[in-house]
C-alpha cells in the first residue's frame, strides 16, 4: 500500500480558498487513483474530488464543482484547491488512494487513507 501524508486546511472565511496537500510514499504513486472525500461528526464520508492515475480525467461531487480543483503532480503529490469556501464544506477532509481499474467514488473502493486534516469555513 501506499502512504498518505497530508498538510494544509486550517480555518477561513466564507468566500475565501485553501488548499490541501497529500503527499504519497512506498509504492509508485502513479498507478493510483486518488480522491478527496470530507466527512462531518455523525455522517458519512462523501467523494469530494476524484482524479485518475494517469490525470485525464477528473470528477467532483455537485456541491463543489465550479469551486474546487483536484490536480496532481507527476511526482508523489495530489492537492484539493478550494475556492470559494462555504460553511457547509466545513468539515474533516481526507485524501485517498486506489489501484483499481476503473476509478470509482465509493470510498469502500479506496486502500489507503491520509491522516485528515480539518478545514472548518466561518460564516
Known amino acids: 500500500q501506499v502512504q498518505l501524508v497530508q498538510s494544509g486546511g486550517g480555518l477561513v472565511q466564507a468566500g475565501g480558498s485553501l488548499r490541501l496537500s497529500c503527499a504519497a510514499s512506498?509504492?509508485?504513486?502513479?498507478?493510483?487513483?486518488m480522491a478527496w472525500f470530507r466527512q462531518v461528526p455523525g455522517k458519512e464520508r462523501e467523494f469530494v474530488a476524484g482524479?485518475?492515475?494517469?490525470?485525464?480525467?477528473t470528477y467532483y461531487a455537485d456541491s463543489v464543482k465550479g469551486r474546487f480543483t483536484i490536480s496532481r503532480d507527476k511526482y508523489n503529490t495530489v492537492y484539493l484547491q478550494m475556492n470559494s469556501l462555504k460553511s457547509d464544506d466545513t468539515a474533516a477532509y481526507y485524501c485517498?488512494?486506489?489501484?483499481?481499474?476503473?476509478?470509482?467514488?465509493?470510498?469502500?473502493?479506496?486502500?489507503?487513507w491520509g491522516q485528515g486534516t480539518q478545514v472548518t469555513v466561518s460564516s
Open positions: 482524479i485518475t492515475w494517469s490525470g485525464e480525467s
Open positions: 512506498g509504492r509508485t504513486f502513479s498507478v493510483y487513483h
Open positions: 485517498a488512494a486506489d489501484r483499481g481499474v476503473v476509478f470509482n467514488t465509493n470510498a469502500k473502493s479506496f486502500e489507503s
